[in-house]
Structure formats: structure tokens, C-alpha cells
């Protein structure tokens, strides 16, 4: 059974650019989340979708927004990158609620 | 607001020194209390859920125990291949889990 598939694995970007992450969550999934991992902050909610619709979502500024289609499929997306934006970023999927299952993650560096 | 503290942020074993880690929660409505270990560099992988004061689960050298207040990831007689960070998370009702900053375990052969 394939687990979480977040693309790609690595990225440099440039102060004031935008990016796009995705994840494919495990096949019957229909809630996935997002998490972003610095060493100063640790793992801090982003936003959470199921069935396309936003039910949760941290406190993070606008810049940081998300998606989820119809497969379940999600993305998320940083505008207007910051030096501080650098950070692991995280999906997991769940099927109900009683178990997450996270990706590798997305290395964003900003420089 | 959830709100979870784990103890120590660090612990060096002997291989073969058991050990416990802590996580200390206040949460409004608790929909699980869940275990995660995380190597450098990858995302975290799952260990164990709990549920409801009193519950015990277990797997391999690892246990892991849930009262009101705290949670406990007991590791006996650990391998150097258990150095890894633990990561201990809440579930609300608010579709999210909550985070504590994690115990580095560092177990030396």
C-alpha cells in the first residue's frame, strides 16, 4: 500500500518568489494536513482539508493557502517567500481522524 | 488552548538502559494522544494512538502509557537503532494535532 507521496523532496527559491507543494495522500484518505517544521518553532499546524472544503486552518499570515481536489489530492502554496518561510513542510493523511500518516516532506530553503 | 510539554528535550542511553519520556497535555476534548518517532530528515512515523486513561499499548522495546495529565513512552532496553526524536501529539476536535517539541534520544552502543 503506497504511504504519502509529497513532490518534490527539495527546493531553493529566491525572497519574494512563490511556490507550490503537493501531496497525494493514501488511496481512501479523505482528510489531509499540512505542517510546517523549523527547529526554532517544531511541527505547527498549517491547515487541514476534507473533501475539498477547509476545516481547519492555523495561524499562519494569508500568504500561506491550500487546496484539496476531488481525488483527494492537495496542495499548498507560499507567496511572496520570506527568508523565515525556509522549513520542513509536512502533509498527512487520514481516513478518520484516529490515525495520521505524514510524507517525507517538502525542504524549502529560501535564500 | 491544547497545549503539550514533553520532558527531557534531550536523553542519552547506554544500549541496554531503560528509560521513560514524558508528555504532559491539557487539551478540551480529547480525540487521541499519539506517539510519533522521527529520524533526521523525514517525516514523522507513526507509533501509537491512545485513547483513554488507563490504556497501555505496545511495540517491540517501546510502551506507552496515558493517565489524565501525561502520557509516558517507556523504552526498555534500547538499541542504538531507537536514537531518533519522539514526538508526542494531541488530537482534538479541532481536525489538527498539536505538537510538543520532542525528546532526542541518543542511544550509544
Known amino acids: 500500500k503506497a504511504g504519502v507521496t509529497q513532490t518534490p523532496r527539495y527546493l531553493i527559491k529566491t525572497r519574494g518568489q512563490q511556490v507550490t507543494l503537493s501531496c497525494s495522500p493514501i488511496?481512501?484518505?479523505?482528510?489531509v494536513s499540512w505542517y510546517q517544521q523549523t527547529p526554532g518553532q517544531g511541527l505547527q499546524f498549517l491547515f487541514e482539508?476534507?473533501?475539498?472544503?477547509?476545516?481547519n486552518k492555523g495561524n499562519f499570515p494569508g500568504r500561506f493557502s491550500g487546496r484539496q481536489f476531488s481525488n483527494s489530492r492537495s496542495e499548498m502554496n507560499v507567496s511572496t517567500l520570506e527568508l523565515g518561510d525556509s522549513a520542513l513542510y509536512l502533509c498527512a493523511s487520514s481516513l478518520a481522524g484516529n490515525g495520521y500518516t505524514f510524507g517525507s516532506g517538502t525542504r524549502l530553503t529560501v535564500v | 488552548e491544547d497545549q503539550v510539554t514533553q520532558s527531557p528535550e534531550a536523553l542519552r542511553l547506554q544500549e541496554g538502559e531503560s528509560s521513560s519520556l514524558n508528555c504532559s497535555y491539557t487539551v478540551s476534548g480529547l480525540r487521541g494522544l499519539f506517539w510519533y518517532r522521527q529520524d533526521p530528515g523525514k517525516g514523522p512515523e507513526f507509533l501509537f494512538t491512545?485513547?483513554?486513561a488507563g490504556e497501555e499499548k505496545e511495540k517491540e522495546r517501546l510502551k506507552a502509557t496515558l493517565t489524565k495529565k501525561e502520557s509516558f513512552l517507556h523504552i526498555t532496553a534500547p538499541k542504538p537503532e531507537d536514537s531518533a526524536t519522539y514526538l508526542c501529539a494531541l488530537g482534538g476536535n479541532d481536525y489538527k494535532l498539536s505538537f510538543g517539541a520532542g525528546t532526542t534520544v541518543t542511544v550509544r552502543a
Open positions: 488511496s481512501g484518505h479523505r482528510s
Open positions: 482539508y476534507f473533501s475539498e472544503t477547509q476545516r
Open positions: 491512545l485513547y483513554s
